[in-house]
């Protein structure tokens, strides 16, 4: 996939927009490649693990080539907001690129996650109901089917962050992979 510069006039659109590129790139075989190595350590069907090795690894480095470094926040250009597929991102980071906005973030978390079997979706916050100024990635745990899952936060971009974290206080507008 190529990157592309999308007009966030409509909110929701943008936040489904998200999600789908996400969603393509949980069946890429750099995605799932990448997911496989993090997650190498955790025992068979321990979920958290698996959740908290992707998290690290996206917001500190992980065991993979690509995520090695983790994935630096870097903003985009005040007049554009870039959507670079989850794919691509990995790809860049391979070759020593290491940038991304939050929305990158939260797409490449959405993307290494449901290519081993979570629900995951974008989650736009903001202060004002409608008027969204941030973007990361949530996860429905655990991921069999049957269960009551709960929804964990997956902000990487905040220094203080973990697994769960989400930020407080505002109104938030969520897309679901399905």
Not at 22 to 33: G, M, N, Q, Y
Not at 64 to 82: C, E, F, I, Q, T
Request: net charge neutral; proline share 4%; aromatic share 8%.
């Amino acid at each position: 996939m190529k990157l592309s510069v999308f007009g966030v006039a409509d909110q929701k659109i943008a936040l489904k927009h998200l999600a789908s590129l996400a969603e393509k790139s949980t069946v890429h075989p750099l995605v799932r490649e990448t997911a496989a190595l993090e997650i190498a350590e955790c025992a068979d069907r321990d979920d958290l693990c698996e959740i908290e090795s992707i998290f690290n690894a996206v917001k500190y480095g992980g065991h993979s080539k690509p995520l090695r470094n983790g994935l630096k926040y870097v903003a985009d250009p005040r007049w554009a907001d870039h959507f670079t597929a989850p794919s691509r991102i990995l790809e860049q980071l391979s070759r020593g690129v290491n940038m991304g906005d939050c929305d990158d973030q939260a797409m490449l978390l959405m993307a290494l996650l449901g290519a081993i079997g979570f629900k995951t979706g974008a989650r736009a916050w903001g202060r004002k109901k409608g008027s969204y100024s941030h973007v990361y990635a949530v996860v429905a745990y655990p991921k069999r089917i049957g269960r009551n899952p709960s929804v964990l936060g997956l902000d990487t971009t905040v220094k203080e962050s973990h697994v769960g974290w989400e930020p407080p206080d505002g109104f938030t507008l969520t897309a679901w992979i399905e």
